[in-house]
């Protein structure tokens, strides 16, 4: 598969008919997306779409299963969208929504308050090396 720019695809398809290869102007690469900034954000926000729901399902799920809610959370969920980080730089804003369901609804199921302190928040982002429970923001991690 040959990703060109949408200038270059008619020439580039013609130039590597002979080949067999199909070229494209975007496409999903390891986990991340090669194309043109408007079409990658499109991409992009059903996934963090898809994870605000995960969130909000973990956060029905703590009131009864905290552990569980929390583990699944830090140990597989919040690696998903960390990995998506890594592949596609400067997309912090579109993470908002699922920054506002971890904040507004996830913690305060874990923590068993309906409005849990400013600071309790903030301590919660950090590593549980430091005594916090390494909810990390997401909005911070995809800024880098």
């Known amino acids: 598969m040959l990703i060109t720019t949408h200038d270059q695809a008619g020439r580039a398809s ?8 199909i070229t494209a102007t975007r496409n999903r690469y390891l986990g991340g997306f090669i194309g043109p900034r408007s079409e990658c954000e499109e991409w992009v926000s059903p996934q963090v779409d898809k994870w605000t729901k995960a969130v909000h399902d973990l956060a029905v799920a703590a009131s009864c299963f905290p552990q569980s809610a929390y583990a699944g959370f830090t140990k597989s969920l919040q690696s998903e969208w960390q990995y998506l980080q890594c592949m596609i730089p400067g997309v912090s804003n579109l993470f908002t929504p699922l920054e506002a369901a971890i904040h507004n609804k996830l913690l305060p199921s874990l923590l068993g ?6 600071d309790v928040k903030v301590l919660s982002t950090l590593g549980t090396h430091q005594a ?13």
Request: glycine share 12%.
């Open 14 to 21: 013609h130039q590597l008919e002979r080949f067999r290869l």
């Open 113 to 118: 308050s309906k409005d849990p302190p400013m």
């Open 132 to 144: 916090g429970l390494g909810v990390r923001n997401p909005v911070q991690t995809a800024e880098g």
